[in-house]
């Protein structure tokens, strides 16, 4: 059994100190970590809001990727019951943030469960864990990014696992901090785990550049198309402190030139510039746009070379191009889904902390507009960031 001790000191005439466990100048109780009363200390409520994402009539298709849902099928479903750690390794958090993510009503995982709560980044506070063994206690302010096939965020309690989150970048507020994992993770793996480019050090006196003792010659070319997106802006800040010459690839040069250098971008182009000449400049590529800027990829990568895709659209991009014959023998060429993790979330949140990595947050909405957030995170909008649902 579970157990903690809680001692109350008899100034006032509490309902804890009413209760008979006592003694004549302290009253202490032994309860489960997890019991009713020791919610009600924590003052956790009986019940919670959530977006879930409702059925399709009875008269129409079932939902599904081939069939996606519409915006309207988000409900904020109320009195719903809050959920409660149940084994080694899990926390329930107090939600504060979580991201809007593009095409979410398109994933297979959507659909996996009847009225499921979805999201999957967050930012918020521990108030329960599964035991005292836990690496986090109540009172934590977290980060991070649940399992792709287990969204919850979009609730005002959820249950992650410890290896799923990290401690909240100090300074940053709940918005930003909800912003950083799925895009910022992403670009933390494809460099650092799917490319082979060497993890910065981070001491205590890292400073922007402070990894920079190659000549721009001699270091490795790394191109990133949609540079200026959830993902490339990432990229691009990751890249600037890891001894890379950094190529930024954009539509808009005019828009998005100065951006992308303040970011630490050493060169900004449009895709146009890519196709043709068959330059094969690049030691490594990392797409987040797909489609023709992905296929010109293959024209300037270097022999030897890394091409990695994570444009979700992209996921068969490599068996595609081999039948088309646009591949290349001796280029390594991958598509992957992000795994996150606490390694990851603590370099990000070290770089954060710095002032070396900046999140972006274009608009945020509370979470009865969760309709309105879908819509403008799948629409054409102008601006840069993450759309940010506010759990109050």
């Given amino acids: 059994m579970r157990d903690f001790t809680v001692v109350i000191k008899p100034k006032s005439k509490s309902p804890l100190e009413r209760m008979p466990w006592g003694g004549a100048t302290s009253r202490v109780a032994l309860f489960s970590i997890n019991s009713p009363l020791a919610r009600l200390w924590r003052k956790i409520p009986p019940t919670m809001q959530a977006v879930r994402l409702h059925p399709a009539p009875a008269s129409s298709p079932a939902y599904s ?138 001491g205590d006196n890292f400073r922007p550049g402070g990894r920079r003792s190659l000549t721009s010659e001699h270091k490795q070319r790394l191109l990133i198309t949609g540079a200026a997106g959830a993902v490339g802006i990432y990229l691009v800040q990751l890249a600037s402190i890891s001894d890379l010459y950094t190529v930024a690839a954009t539509s808009s040069n005019a828009r998005n030139k100065e951006f992308l250098q303040t970011l630490g971008a050493d060169e900004t182009v449009e895709y146009s510039a890519l196709l043709g000449g068959n330059k094969k400049s690049f030691d490594v590529i990392v797409d987040t746009v797909g489609g023709s800027t992905l296929l010109g990829c293959w024209e300037n990568i270097k022999e030897g070379g890394t091409i990695i895709s994570v444009d979700s659209a ?79």
């Avoid at 390594?332 to 990000?348: D, M, P, Q």
Wanted: with cysteine; proline share 7%; hydrophobic share 40%.
């Fill in 65 to 202: 990727p081939l069939n996606p849902a519409p915006s309207s099928a988000l409900h904020l479903d109320k009195d719903l019951p809050i959920p409660k750690p149940s084994k080694p390794g899990e926390l329930l958090v107090r939600v504060r943030a979580a991201t809007v993510v593009r095409d979410m009503l398109t994933w297979p995982e959507t659909y996996a469960h009847d009225y499921p709560i979805l999201g999957n980044d967050l930012s918020g506070v521990v108030v329960e864990t599964f035991s005292q063994q836990s690496s986090f206690k109540p009172g934590d302010e977290i980060f991070g990014m649940t399992d792709g096939e287990r969204p919850c965020t979009w609730a005002e309690y959820c249950i992650v696992m410890e290896d799923e989150v990290a401690l909240k970048p100090k300074g940053l507020t709940w918005d930003a901090a909800a912003a950083m994992p799925l895009s910022a993770q992403t670009a933390y793996e494809a460099l650092y785990d799917h490319a082979g480019i060497s993890v910065p050090v981070l």
């Fill in 314 to 392: 992209s996921y068969d991009f490599v068996a595609d191009h081999q039948k088309r014959s646009l591949s290349k023998e001796g280029i390594n060429a991958l598509f992957f889904i992000v795994k996150g993790g606490k390694r990851s979330l603590e370099f990000l949140a070290r770089l954060a902390e710095l002032d070396i990595l900046r999140p972006f947050v274009l608009q945020t909405y509370p979470l009865s507009e969760v309709r309105q957030a879908y819509d403008h995170t799948n629409g054409r909008y102008s601006g840069r960031g993450k759309v940010i649902l506010t759990i109050n």
